[in-house]
């Protein structure tokens, strides 16, 4: 009897433009809270140097009223995100939340590191996965920093964690990130470049993306008018990488 591999199913993918953990998103924390299946963990990488423990206590407090309990994934310095035991508890998770803060902290400690490998397996085979603000940027394959300090509207790319191909995220496009678009179609002038309004969400569900919160999904595909998209469907976002080709390692 000829049998056949049953390849497991990503689990569902949010990217969330900022102001997490706040009234207004309720209806996809609500959503992702529910596929929860598996240890639920927050990883406030971005927050490293800004008092995390505030994040992984709002984080905590917000996904309580979901009936969820979240622990902190402590992911700090590149020595954490290295350590075998928190590697464990990554591949075991069913649930991660990578609040805003520093993209670049995101990128530089979980990109390519075991840990960070290891949430993104976790992904593939069914768990969670969710970034707001800095933590949405840096699944993409690009991440937009600060070109110069001091200074906020100027973007360059870096890697990011590449979950999202050829793309990347403008977090608080309703407040101030829409000003970072000229800089960041410079750097990135192929790539797909995601506008999310705070307090919404981009969330990808076995194939396709859809928009959730109380604001809008801009997308600026290269070439295209800009798409703004209100409710519903959003076209134009890559599909994620779902299956591991090694680009990760």
Same mark, same amino acid.
């Given at each position: 009897?000829? +049998? ?85 508890? !990554? ?13 670049? &902290?995101?990128?530089?400690?979980? %990109? ?16 969670? &996965? ?5 933590? !949405? ?22 890697? %990011? ?20 678009? $000229?800089?960041?179609? !410079? !750097? &990135? ?42 409710? %519903?469907?959003?076209?134009?976002? $890559? ?7 090694? +680009?990760?390692?």
């Amino acid at each position: 009897m000829e +049998s056949h591999r049953v390849e497991p199913r990503a689990g569902l993918l949010a990217l969330v433009g900022g102001d997490e953990f706040h009234a207004g998103n309720e209806p996809h924390d609500a959503v992702l809270a529910a596929a929860a299946r598996g240890p639920a963990y927050v990883i406030a990488t971005a927050a490293a140097r800004s008092r995390p423990e505030l994040a992984v206590r709002h984080a905590q407090e917000w996904f309580r009223r979901f009936a969820l309990d979240v622990a902190e994934l402590a992911v700090y310095t590149g020595k954490q995100a290295r350590d075998p035991r928190l590697v464990e508890q !990554a591949a075991q998770a069913g649930f991660c939340y990578i609040p805003g803060g520093d993209p670049g &902290l995101v990128a530089s400690i979980l %990109g390519g590191s075991p840990v960070g490998n290891a949430i993104i397996a976790a992904w593939r085979s069914g768990a969670v &996965l969710a970034g707001s603000s800095a933590g !949405a940027m840096a699944l993409c394959s690009d991440t937009l920093v600060r070109q110069s300090f001091p200074g906020h509207t100027e973007r360059r790319a870096v890697p %990011g964690l590449g979950v999202i191909p050829n793309a990347a995220v403008i977090p608080h496009h309703d407040t101030f990130g829409r000003r970072w678009y $000229p800089s960041a179609r !410079a !750097a &990135l002038p192929d790539a797909v470049l995601i506008g999310i309004d705070e307090r919404t969400c981009a969330l990808w569900e076995s194939g396709s993306w859809r928009r959730l919160g109380v604001g809008d999904v801009t997308v600026y595909a290269p070439g295209q008018p800009a798409l703004h998209v209100t409710s %519903g469907v959003l076209e134009g976002i $890559p599909q994620p990488s779902t299956l591991d080709d090694g +680009s990760l390692s």
